[in-house]
Nanobody, 124 residues
């Protein structure tokens, strides 16, 4: 069964760090493009970063560059999102998703398998 399960969310103070994990089952994480998205209450789902199948090339929107880092562990079937210098506006549910075919994109409609999400709250 193809599945993604996120973990690692929680409550963190502004300026703190978190590392989110996305554990895959039913496929290898280097065989498909994987992306992280987030959705805050009342807002549209927003792409955070993407790691390409095969060569592992990464992509970040300008707004995410410098604080977030995506990586993967092929042996443990896991994709990570390291988040540093967190801000209250980073508060959201974070999702990982698998793209059915193709390279990096942050358009949600291209992704066919989604995890259940993990809550990240940045607050003093």
């Amino acid at each position: 069964q193809v599945q993604l399960v996120e973990s690692g969310g929680g409550l963190v103070q502004p300026g703190g760090s978190l590392r989110l994990s996305c554990a895959a089952s039913g496929f290898t994480v280097d065989s498909y493009t994987i992306a992280w998205f987030r959705q805050a209450p009342g807002k549209e789902r927003e792409g955070v970063s993407c790691i390409r199948s095969g060569n592992g090339g990464t992509y970040y929107p300008d707004s995410m560059k410098g604080r977030f880092t995506i990586s993967r562990d092929n042996v443990n079937y896991t994709v990570y999102l390291q988040m540093n210098s967190l801000k209250p506006e980073d508060t959201a549910v974070y999702y990982c998703a698998k793209r059915s075919l193709g390279g990096c994109s942050l358009r949600p409609l291209y992704f066919d398998v989604w995890g259940q999400g993990t809550q990240v709250t940045v607050s003093a």
